[in-house]
Each structure stands twice: as C-alpha cells, then as structure tokens.
C-alpha cells in the first residue's frame, strides 16, 4: 500500500504532491473566470457610458428631457433598491450573508 501511495504522489500525511521526477507547476494567478469578468466589467462600462452618460453631463438633452421627473425616478430607484435588499431576508441565513457581500463589492465598484 505504501508503495502504490509513492506512485500516485502522496506524500506521508496524505496531501497530493508531484510524483517523484516531476516539478510541480505553478498555479496560474489569472483564469477564464476573471477573463469573463473582466470582459463583463468592460462591457457594463461600454453600456453606461454610451446610455447613462447624462447623468453625469447635465448639459445633454436627455438630461433636459428627465430632469423634470428626477425626484420621481430617484422615489423608483430607492424602492427598487430596498427590494433588492429586503429580499435578502427570505432567504436562508447563509445564502443571504452571501448575496449581502456580492452586494457590498457590487456598490465599492459603483
């Protein structure tokens, strides 16, 4: 048994190790998750610049055209926000701790 253990790569304390001969290679700090992400963050940047822009340039027409009914879009947006937030508490507590801290990260990007 001890033998077959040294083929496979376990080392005395049973942690997987590289087989004897081998050098074990490095973990790759970058991943195809944060290459999605990455290209999703660049995405939402692409979107908000070209569609919201005129929250931030008040000259803009759009701006003119919303500025009238801003203090009702900003009684929407607080509603939809405390939804979002609210909903936390139907779900379990470990599932709700999680989406509190996506949430969190979310708003420090923003």
Known sequence: ME?????????A????????????RAKSRL???????FALG????????????????HRSDTWKFFFPVFGKLMVHALGGATALVLVLFSFPRDCASVALRFIACVAVVI
Do not use: C
Request: no cysteine.
């Open 3 to 11: 033998n077959r253990d040294q083929e496979i790569g376990f080392s």
């Open 13 to 24: 304390n049973r942690s997987f190790g590289a087989a004897p001969g081998q050098i074990p």
């Open 31 to 37: 991943s195809a998750k944060h290459a999605l992400f």
């Open 42 to 57: 660049l995405m939402t940047i692409f979107v908000l610049y070209h569609n919201e822009r005129f929250f931030i340039d």
